[in-house]
């Protein structure tokens, strides 16, 4: 049976102002690999992450909280930054304890517009953890909006369909009056169980992008479900796992 909350999918950062936020949970997705980082590294015991827009603030903020500085241009560490966006750089005996401090090309940006947006609440969400994501979703009472990160404002595959994947579990609970949400779920319901040879037949772009890195460790772990099964949402200016 539908509910009376709503749920939109957003399917790229350019459209964000086509949506009312206002009495919503924006879930953040950024597959590859902003959502799953954060995820894993907040698993894996880190206090706290926070996104920022530029490396120079990521350097400044590292500094002034001690924590560590992290993030990627294009798939890349980013120039001064010590660490990138690879969730197998945060394991425990690692990150435990410590500050993430994190910038991303696509998924922290968003981030910040969905604040500025007016979102009520904001959490982040990926294949590794998208059971705690249903789970929250399901028992908020606010709408939802599925926000794909894309790839500079480009619509992805990876990004769609987490966001059918969502949909595909907890519809019953909304009403969906949304293409974009409907087309997501028809994606993730093609892809089937095996989305690494999906991404792979399909020639993702971000699927190549990565596996010329030879990144492809990273992929598959992305597109994984509940490696790192917590929910990170946003307090302050920082993302704690709730």
């Known amino acids: 049976m539908?509910?009376?909350?709503?749920?939109?999918?957003c399917l790229s950062p350019a459209l964000l102002n086509l949506y009312d936020i206002s009495n919503s949970t924006v879930v953040i997705i950024d597959v590859l690999r902003a959502t799953s980082t954060i995820a894993t590294a907040l698993y894996n015991g880190a206090s706290s992450v926070i996104p920022v827009a530029s490396v120079q603030q990521c350097i400044e903020l590292g500094k002034e909280v001690g924590g560590i500085t992290?993030?990627?241009?294009?798939?890349?560490v980013a120039d001064g930054l010590t660490y990138g966006n690879s969730p197998f750089e945060y394991p425990r005996d690692f990150i435990e304890g410590k500050i993430l401090v994190l910038t991303t090309t696509n998924g922290t940006k968003l981030l910040h517009m969905a604040l500025d947006n007016g979102a009520?609440?904001?959490i982040t969400g990926s294949f590794p953890?998208?059971?705690?994501?249903?789970?929250?979703?399901?028992?908020s009472e606010r709408n939802v909006l599925l926000s794909c990160s894309a790839w500079k404002d480009r619509v992805n595959i990876e990004d769609t369909?987490?966001?059918g994947a969502v949909i595909n579990r907890i519809k019953q609970h909304f009403t969906i009056h949304c293409d974009s949400s409907k087309m997501a779920e028809s994606l993730f319901l093609e892809?089937?169980?095996d989305r690494f040879s999906f991404m792979k037949q399909r020639g993702a772009t971000h699927y190549h992008r990565l596996t010329n890195y030879g990144l492809e460790k990273d992929i598959r772990y992305c597109l994984s479900a509940d490696?790192?099964?917590?929910l990170p949402i946003f307090k302050g200016d920082r993302l704690i796992a709730e």
Do not use: M, P, W
């Open 2 to 9: 539908s509910g009376e909350r709503s749920l939109y999918t």
């Open 70 to 76: 992290a993030g990627e241009r294009d798939g890349k």
């Open 120 to 122: 009520s609440e904001i």
């Open 129 to 139: 953890n998208l059971s705690a994501v249903c789970d929250h979703l399901i028992q």
């Open 161 to 163: 369909l987490f966001a």
């Open 191 to 193: 892809a089937g169980e």
């Open 227 to 230: 490696q790192a099964n917590v």
